[in-house]
C-alpha cells in the first residue's frame, strides 16, 4: 500500500515570506496532483504532474516532481493570506494528510 | 456549469442509529468518489465508482458502511449503525474518467455522532 506523506504538518509564516512543501511516497507516483482546501470547502485542484523532473508555474506558486517520480515539492514565492489553506498531495486521488498553512497578515 | 452537490451540509446524530448523505455529481463525470476526512487529517477513500459499478472499496468499513450509484448518476452513502469515531466531513467527487483528469469536490456533509 502507497504511503504519502507531507511535511510539514503545520506552517504559519507571515504575508510576504516564501515557503516550501513536500510531498513523498513510498512507491513511484503514477501521476500526482496537488489541491488546496480551505475551511469548510472541499478540495480544489491547483496541478497535475505527470513526468519525472516536470516543473509547472501557476502564478506564484511552483511544482516540482522528481526525477525518480517518487517526490514533489510546492513552492510559493511572497505567500499572502489567501494562500492560507490545507495542502494537499495525491495519487491516484489518494490523499496525504497535508500541510496546513497559514500566512498572517 | 453546476458543481457537485451534497446534503444535508450537517447532521448530528447518536451513537447507534443510521445516516445517509446525498451525492449528485457534475453531469456526464462517470467516476464518483466518496472520502472521510476526520478533522486535521487529509481525505481517506472510501468507495469509488466507475458509472454504476464498483471499482474500489478496499477502505470501505462494509460492516457498518454502504453505497451505492443506481443508474450511474447520484449516490448514497449510509452508515449502519454510526459509531463516535464516524464523526466527519463525508466528501464526495467527480470527474469525468479514473486516470489523469480533474476532480471536483462537493463541500461535504459534517457528521458528528454523540
Known amino acids: 500500500t502507497q504511503l504519502l506523506e507531507q511535511s510539514p504538518q503545520f506552517l504559519s509564516i507571515q504575508e510576504g515570506e516564501n515557503l516550501t512543501v513536500y510531498c513523498n511516497s513510498s512507491s513511484v507516483f503514477s501521476s500526482l496532483q496537488w489541491y488546496r482546501q480551505e475551511p469548510g470547502e472541499g478540495p480544489v485542484l491547483l496541478v497535475t504532474?505527470?513526468?519525472?523532473?516536470e516543473v509547472k508555474k501557476l502564478k506564484r506558486l511552483t511544482f516540482q516532481f522528481g526525477d525518480a517520480r517518487k517526490d514533489s515539492s510546492l513552492h510559493i514565492t511572497a505567500a499572502q493570506p489567501g494562500d492560507t489553506g490545507l495542502y494537499l498531495c495525491?495519487?491516484?486521488?489518494?490523499f496525504g494528510a497535508g500541510t496546513r498553512l497559514t500566512v498572517k497578515p | 456549469e453546476a458543481g457537485v452537490a451534497q446534503s444535508p451540509r450537517y447532521k448530528i446524530i447518536e451513537k447507534r442509529q443510521s445516516v445517509a448523505f446525498w451525492c449528485n455529481p457534475i453531469s456526464g463525470h462517470a467516476t464518483l468518489y466518496w472520502y472521510q476526512q476526520i478533522l486535521g487529517q487529509g481525505p481517506k477513500l472510501l468507495i469509488q465508482f466507475q458509472n454504476n459499478g464498483v471499482v474500489d472499496d478496499s477502505q470501505l468499513p462494509k460492516d457498518r458502511f454502504s453505497a451505492e450509484r443506481l443508474k450511474g448518476v447520484d449516490s448514497t452513502l449510509k452508515i449502519q449503525p454510526a459509531k463516535l469515531e464516524d464523526s466527519a466531513v463525508y466528501l464526495c467527487?467527480?470527474?469525468?474518467?479514473?486516470?489523469?483528469?480533474?476532480?471536483?469536490f462537493g463541500q461535504g456533509t459534517r457528521l458528528t455522532v454523540v
Open positions: 495525491a495519487d491516484d486521488m489518494r
Open positions: 467527487a467527480s470527474s469525468l474518467a479514473i486516470m489523469n483528469t480533474e476532480a471536483f
Open positions: 504532474v505527470v513526468t519525472g523532473g
